[in-house]
């Protein structure tokens, strides 16, 4: 189980990275949920947990890149230079996945904060967290 905290603080920033599998290949379904599993020890890592408080993936295709699929992983960062640090580490260790360099491909700034103080926009963010800690605890015994 993931040890997220249930609320996103206010003010955070937003990041976007998209992974594949080491050959850097589109991802089919399968590879989606492989690659996922591949992903799975960053987002116990202790340096991601604490600069990075939530987060979602998806299957996202990259149109203007390749048009093929790939992980995409939305992040919310209160320590954006921590948050690229831990994920850009993890994927150098870690020869079964590569992070994939998408026009999408977004490194979140500290100087521009997401827009956090309307409710329902933290809101929404918080659920699209908290489902993906419930995919991945499903996930893990599928």
């Not at 603080?9 to 599993?37: A, M, V």
């Not at 591949?38 to 991601?48: C, E, G, I, N």
């Amino acid at each position: 189980m993931t040890n997220f905290i249930d609320d996103l603080p206010k003010n955070h920033s937003l990041g976007l990275e998209f992974f594949r599998l080491s050959n850097l290949q589109p991802l089919s379904t399968d590879g989606y949920f492989e690659c996922i599993n591949k992903l799975r020890p960053l987002f116990k890592d202790a340096d991601f947990i604490a600069s990075t408080p939530g987060f979602y993936l998806n299957m996202i295709t990259n149109v203007d890149d390749d048009h093929g699929n790939s992980v995409r992983l939305t992040y919310y960062t209160t320590n954006p230079a921590g948050s690229l640090r831990a994920i850009q580490d993890f994927a150098a260790k870690n020869k079964q996945i590569a992070i994939f360099e998408s026009k999408d491909t977004n490194r979140p700034n500290p100087a521009s904060p997401l827009h956090t103080h309307d409710y329902s926009q933290l809101r929404f963010r918080n659920f699209l967290n908290r489902n993906t800690q419930i995919f991945l605890d499903v996930l893990e015994y599928y």
